[in-house]
């Protein structure tokens, strides 16, 4: 049965709003009137996109909102997308084109991780932007996206404030100085690669399956196929109480049920298909067999019907005549020109079965969208399903012989990614490209000094919190390493104490005495301090000694590769062999080969990763080093040096 608790709803949202430039005070309600105008303007114009669109959680929508302090009045907009995050990004898209369509709108859009544009183009950034000064520089104007900069000396560009500027003023700038505000080539280009491929991208995120469902959803489907992801969701977020009233269905019996065909986004497919449920012997929902050619369309019918009849159940029967009001609406024969300018109806003939479902479609999207009163009441997706329900005439039997013409269903292959393929995905979402196939030639003469040079450099470079920054190309960070600031440095920590002070019976606090004695000479402090570095010192290479003398009776020197170990073979017959078994000789004391160790084991690990994600490739590929691939299946061996 079914688990006793509740999915955590996801809120992720993103804002929109929409400016007027330039920005004239006036009478607030001329201003209000000439918004509004503009929200009816933009909402017709995009309709074709708009209507047919399913959404995950809720709508691009647009209203106006009046001025409050340094903000003039606006349009604004807030959709939740939840876990579709395909919808934030068409929204982008929307926003993008509206200020490119109407010039004199400047657009700025943000989510729950505040200017995520930026985020998305990080790695182009100009050093100076960082979370703390980037409020309110970031804004979509004629299609473009602009960073308004930042001067680099307080007063030397009259026309920049020093500090984050205001909406106002932003607005001013924008309006008064548009082509020194552009965000360079390849911040843009980022941005437009995660909406590149609208409106087109819309069908691709769409999957088509057959369900068995009873009659009254397949028919209100049909009618308006976004509510989809409201019995998606109400299934998906299902509790215990939920459940309880699908014990005993009275909206959708089980008995009612034909063969449909729904459109869901992949990610509503996903969520319905991954959940594993077993509905309650009561509510009349039996299941054939998985062997069954048909068990997927059973399966998915049965958890949408269970998602609508929660949907229904949270809501009291509710019934409204708006929709014969649609038609006359003064609005509404502009709306549907432009619908008809815009290829909306594909071609049908007007008064067919798929002209009117779309004529309906596009009478809801008006309604909601377009025609609402600002201070209506909106419609819960029960209350809409029940309205429908009881407007809309449909015949069972008339539905089950639409079963022989379904359309095919969609591949679902894409349910199941190939680590390549998820990689390439991975790689396209983060803006990346995919590497080009090293060739054998390339193979051959592969230098491995770039990867022991790429992590010195990596190595090298100066962290914070924030992160460390990674070498692209070697030549970009020259590796240098002063001995004496080190020598220094060192000095500073073990020099403060003397030479007995080097025990554990003498705390901080004791030295802190010390130091702290006013009757000590300053001349013969400064004496003292020289001998008891020198004393630090020498007790520390006499330790390293000792330790290197322990050490060279293990075997943890033959797991290292030597500088002599690497020399020609006549140079080693001519050592002394007595030297090795001394225990000081010098192949105990050979100075270990850093830069060979080093890349010998990132090899190792790499090609104990099989080709799979790892730290080995995940590390190399940060840094721009690309390993080719090991066509040697053998044993890992060490690799010669030139």
């Known amino acids: 049965m079914e688990e006793n608790m509740k999915f955590a709803t996801v809120e992720d949202t993103v804002e929109y709003r929409l400016f007027l430039i330039p920005d004239k005070p006036g009478d607030p309600e001329e201003h209000r009137e000439i918004l509004q105008k503009y929200i009816e303007r933009i909402m017709t114009q995009f309709a074709p996109m708009l209507v047919p669109y399913i959404w995950q959680n809720q709508p691009f929508n647009l209203k106006y909102k009046p001025g409050k302090g340094d903000v003039p009045a606006h349009i604004f907009g807030m959709t939740k997308f939840g876990d579709n995050i395909e919808d934030e990004w068409f929204i982008v898209y929307i926003v993008k084109q509206i200020t490119k369509e109407f010039p004199e709108l400047v657009a700025r859009i943000e989510d729950n991780d505040g200017e995520f544009l930026l985020i998305e183009a990080a790695d182009f950034l100009p050093k100076w932007l960082d979370p703390d000064n980037s409020a309110n520089r970031v804004f979509f104007h004629q299609g473009e996206l602009c960073i308004i900069p930042a001067p680099k000396k307080s007063g030397t560009v009259s026309w920049l404030p020093t500090t984050p500027p205001t909406i106002s003023q932003a607005l001013s700038i924008i309006s008064t100085h548009p082509e020194k505000i552009l965000a360079s080539e390849s911040v843009r280009a980022a941005v437009n690669r995660r909406i590149r491929g609208y409106p087109e991208k819309i069908k691709a995120s769409l999957h088509q399956a057959h369900c068995f469902l009873p009659a009254g959803i397949a028919a209100v489907l049909k009618q308006c196929p976004r509510l989809v992801a409201a019995g998606v969701q109400a299934f998906y977020l299902r509790d215990p109480i939920d459940l309880r009233a699908c014990r005993i269905f009275k909206t959708f019996l089980p008995e009612t049920r034909i063969m449909t065909s729904v459109t869901f986004t992949k990610?509503?497919?996903?969520?319905?298909?991954?959940?594993?449920?077993?509905?309650?012997?009561?509510?009349?929902?039996?299941?054939?067999?998985?062997?069954?050619?048909?068990?997927?369309a059973h399966e998915l019918g049965m958890k949408l019907a269970h998602g609508f009849e929660i949907l229904c159940s949270k809501c009291s029967p509710h019934f409204s005549d708006s929709k014969s009001l649609v038609t006359t609406s003064p609005l509404w024969a502009?709306?549907?020109?432009?619908?008809?300018?815009?290829?909306?109806?594909?071609?049908?003939?007007?008064?067919?079965?798929?002209?009117?479902?779309?004529?309906?479609?596009?009478?809801?999207?008006?309604?909601?969208?377009?025609?609402?009163?600002?201070?209506?009441?909106?419609?819960?997706?029960?209350?809409?399903?029940?309205?429908?329900?009881?407007?809309?005439?449909?015949?069972?039997?008339?539905?089950?012989?639409?079963?022989?013409?379904?359309?095919?269903?969609?591949?679902?292959?894409?349910?199941?990614?190939?680590?390549?393929?998820?990689?390439?995905?991975?790689?396209?979402?983060?803006?990346?490209?995919?590497?080009?196939?090293?060739?054998?030639?390339?193979?051959?003469?592969?230098?491995?000094?770039?990867?022991?040079?790429?992590?010195?450099?990596?190595?090298?470079?100066?962290?914070?919190?924030?992160?460390?920054?990674?070498?692209?190309?070697?030549?970009?960070?020259?590796?240098?390493?002063?001995?004496?600031?080190f020598l220094n440095y060192f000095d500073k920590i073990l020099g403060s104490k003397s030479h007995e002070s080097d025990s554990d019976d003498l705390d901080e606090e004791d030295s802190e005495c010390l130091d702290s004695d006013d009757d000590v000479d300053?001349?013969?402090?400064?004496?003292?301090?020289?001998?008891?570095?020198?004393?630090?010192?020498?007790?520390?290479?006499?330790?390293?000694?000792?330790?290197?003398?322990?050490?060279?009776?293990?075997?943890?020197?033959?797991?290292?590769?030597?500088?002599?170990?690497?020399?020609?073979?006549?140079?080693?017959?001519?050592?002394?062999?007595?030297?090795?078994?001394?225990?000081?000789?010098?192949?105990?004391?050979?100075?270990?080969?850093?830069?060979?160790?080093?890349?010998?084991?990132?090899?190792?690990?790499?090609?104990?990763?099989?080709?799979?994600?790892g730290p080995a490739s995940n590390l190399l590929q940060s840094m721009g080093v690309q390993l080719p691939d090991n066509a040697d299946h053998r044993p890992t061996s060490k690799p010669t040096k030139d």
Request: include cysteine.
């Open 522 to 613: 300053l001349e013969t402090q400064e004496a003292g301090e020289e001998a008891s570095v020198k004393g630090t010192l020498d007790d520390l290479k006499s330790y390293m000694a000792q330790m290197d003398q322990e050490l060279a009776h293990t075997s943890i020197a033959k797991s290292f590769t030597t500088q002599k170990q690497m020399e020609p073979l006549s140079q080693t017959t001519n050592d002394n062999p007595e030297e090795e078994d001394s225990g000081t000789g010098g192949s105990v004391m050979t100075p270990v080969d850093v830069d060979l160790n080093l890349v010998s084991n990132i090899l190792e690990s790499y090609s104990s990763q099989a080709g799979l994600a």
């Open 267 to 296: 990610c509503l497919y996903a969520q319905l298909v991954q959940q594993r449920f077993v509905p309650d012997r009561r509510s009349g929902y039996k299941l054939p067999p998985p062997c069954h050619p048909q068990y997927r």
């Open 334 to 485: 502009g709306f549907l020109e432009s619908l008809k300018k815009n290829d909306y109806f594909k071609g049908l003939m007007e008064g067919s079965v798929q002209y009117q479902e779309r004529l309906e479609m596009a009478k809801n999207y008006f309604q909601l969208s377009v025609n609402r009163p600002e201070s209506s009441h909106a419609m819960s997706p029960g209350e809409e399903i029940l309205t429908l329900l009881q407007t809309i005439p449909f015949d069972i039997e008339e539905l089950k012989k639409e079963e022989a013409y379904l359309p095919p269903e969609d591949d679902e292959r894409w349910l199941d990614l190939s680590p390549d393929q998820l990689d390439q995905l991975l790689q396209e979402a983060a803006g990346k490209k995919e590497p080009e196939p090293i060739s054998k030639g390339q193979e051959e003469n592969y230098d491995l000094t770039q990867v022991s040079e790429s992590m010195k450099a990596f190595i090298s470079k100066v962290s914070t919190h924030k992160g460390a920054e990674l070498p692209r190309e070697p030549s970009e960070a020259p590796i240098t390493f002063d001995a004496d600031s």
